[in-house]
């Protein structure tokens, strides 16, 4: 048996794929990658069931639903992924502080009623795949990292457990925050890859001298001729950073 990588707790799978593509990809990198990030196209096509089979598996759930409704509903739907005893959620930190403090009061109770430990709340802040124009299109005013940083401020009033930024803004929100929100950095691409559709993407080294507690990879796993080799050297460059 392979033993099980030194940073498999601070690497998550993005798991973007087939339901069972994604399952025989986690099981050849589970000795590094302790996370399987359960997101939006997969759980509308799968719902619960995907959450179990990874769980069968033993990864821990990153269920990444980037939630943004009225407080009410985001509320039913934080207590009803509480319940499948995931993890990690997400919302949006957009949704404004009377949703973020109903996302974690769901969680919590959906948790409870099922004897789960609850999940952490990580609020999302400014996507990884948005440039400066993107930002400003959407009304939030200043660079991404000004804005993503106002939200944080938001999101962790509300009693949020963590946040989802570029690794570009770890840093400051360090500085800011200190050591306790969780921090969580989609966009990570090794020296050489493609960055794709993520426009703020950064290595995992960077990442992890940034102050990142998680990082979520996904293409760069996905195309590698051996999975478990990129997943390995992802490893090993968090480990020595």
């Given amino acids: 048996m392979t033993e099980a990588s ?10 973007d794929l087939p339901l069972e593509d994604g ?12 996370y399987a990030k359960v997101g939006l196209s997969l759980f509308v096509e799968h719902g619960p069931p995907a959450v179990a089979a990874f769980q069968r598996l033993g990864a821990r759930i990153f269920l990444d639903l980037k939630l943004h409704d009225i407080p009410n509903t985001v509320e039913l739907a934080a207590a009803r992924a509480g319940a499948l005893g995931v993890s990690l959620l997400t919302v949006h930190a957009a949704g404004g502080e009377p949703m973020l403090r109903a996302a974690v009061k769901g969680a919590r109770a959906g948790a409870h009623a099922q004897g789960h430990a609850p999940p952490r709340i990580l609020a ?3 996507l990884t795949s948005m440039s400066a124009e993107d930002v400003a299109d959407v009304g939030l005013t200043g660079a991404p990292e000004e804005a993503a940083l106002r939200l944080a401020r938001l999101a962790l009033r509300a009693g949020v457990d963590g946040l989802v930024c570029s690794p570009r803004e770890a840093a400051a929100f360090r500085r800011e925050f200190g050591p306790s929100p969780f921090l969580c950095t989609p966009g990570i ?46 490893a090993a460059e968090v480990s020595s950073a």
């Fill in 124 to 126: 999302v802040t400014v």
């Fill in 6 to 15: 030194p940073a498999r707790e601070r690497l998550a799978l993005a798991a």
């Fill in 189 to 234: 691409r090794p020296a050489g890859a493609s960055q794709g559709d993520q426009t703020r993407a950064e290595t995992p080294a960077y990442a992890v001298r940034a102050g990142a507690d998680l990082l979520v990879v996904g293409r760069p796993i996905h195309t590698a001729a051996r999975p478990e080799d990129a997943a390995r050297a992802i």
């Fill in 23 to 34: 399952l025989r990809l986690y099981a050849r990198v589970a000795p590094d990658v302790g």
